[in-house]
Nanobody
């Protein structure tokens, strides 16, 4: 098992940026595919971005968000630029054995989530 802790959420104006971080412990981090998901009130949890040896993005964030990882620090990041109110959600970090998938039910490990709120 791996423990995941997200940070970096907050309140920003439309057009602004945030950088989320997720620190992992308890398992060999480099062997895992990592993903970012988000869930807005009344909506299903949706895939945002994932990374193994490659990166993957939802169409809604492609070109605006960048996922990266630092295996030496057991950390995955999500750089979010050009934020809009539609990006408002709780963002979750998740891990699973490779490969990356878009199905949240396929991930074994989850962080507690960090709130991202984008004002108009």
């Amino acid at each position: 098992q791996v423990q995941l802790v997200e940070s970096g959420g907050g309140l920003v104006q439309a057009g602004g940026s945030l950088r989320l971080s997720c620190v992992a412990s308890g398992r060999t981090f480099s062997s895992l595919a990592m993903g970012w998901f988000r869930q807005a009130p009344g909506k299903e949890r949706e895939f945002v971005a994932g990374i193994s040896w490659r990166t993957y993005y939802a169409d809604s964030v492609k070109g605006r968000f960048t996922i990266s990882r630092d295996n030496a620090k057991n950390t995955v990041y999500l750089q979010m630029n050009s934020l809009s109110p539609e990006d408002t959600a709780v963002y979750y970090c998740a891990g699973r054995p490779v490969p990356v998938t878009v199905n949240p039910a396929s991930y074994d490990n989850w962080g507690q989530g960090t709130q991202v709120t984008v004002s108009s």
